[in-house]
């Protein structure tokens, strides 16, 4: 535990010392909630009736640092991003979980169903300091060491200085086996993320 602290404190100063990107993007800090579940992220957009929450709950702040120019696409821009994430739970698991993603962004010029403001995938490794708990319940195995991938949308303010609300899907898995064998988690995010 003590080594993953010093790297993630390590990568905190990096993300927080880096120059931030010319442009609109400012860098961003975000408090999130979120439960998991008993269910494939699949089930949420092919059976959410479906959706099985189970005990644990997670609570998790964030730091997102924009990385460079974007580049225009006929679906919007695309902007990169980094995000560091520390996360805990509670309930049947009480682990912390360091997470660090390399985002892109969809910025569309007109809202997304009239209500999303943007649309991000990010994808990276993430690191437990003991193994989960529900992993373990849902895999068999657990390992500390996963991949982690968020998949979100956004409504952002008309007020630039006020915050943003977002929903994202929080998954950590073995990468169908690439990174040895372990059980995944699936979750359910709401957050706020504001501007600095």
Not at 3 to 22: D, F, K
Not at 134 to 162: I, N, P, T
């Amino acid at each position: 535990m003590v080594r993953a602290g010093w790297r993630a404190a390590a990568v905190l100063a990096l993300v927080l010392l880096a120059p931030a990107a010319s442009g609109e993007e400012r860098r961003s800090y975000s408090l999130f909630a979120g439960i998991l579940t008993d269910n494939t992220w699949e089930d949420y957009f092919l059976t959410p009736w479906e959706t099985d929450p189970q005990d644990p709950g997670f609570l998790g702040v964030a730091l997102t640092q924009p990385l460079g120019r974007g580049f225009e696409t006929r679906f919007g821009e695309i902007r990169w991003e980094v995000e560091f994430q520390i996360v805990r739970h509670t309930g049947v698991q009480s682990n912390w979980e360091f997470n660090l993603p390399v985002t892109a962004r969809l910025v569309p010029e007109e809202p997304l169903l009239g209500l999303f403001d943007t649309a991000a995938f990010g994808i990276g490794p993430s690191l437990a300091d003991k193994p989960p708990a529900l992993e373990k319940m849902r895999g068999g195995e657990a390992q500390k060491a996963q991949v982690y991938w968020f998949a979100e949308v956004e409504h952002r303010s008309r007020s630039r200085d006020c915050c943003s609300l977002f929903a994202r899907i929080h998954h950590r898995s073995d990468a169908y086996g690439a990174i040895g064998e372990g059980g995944s988690s699936n979750g359910l995010v709401l957050g706020l993320r504001s501007s600095f």
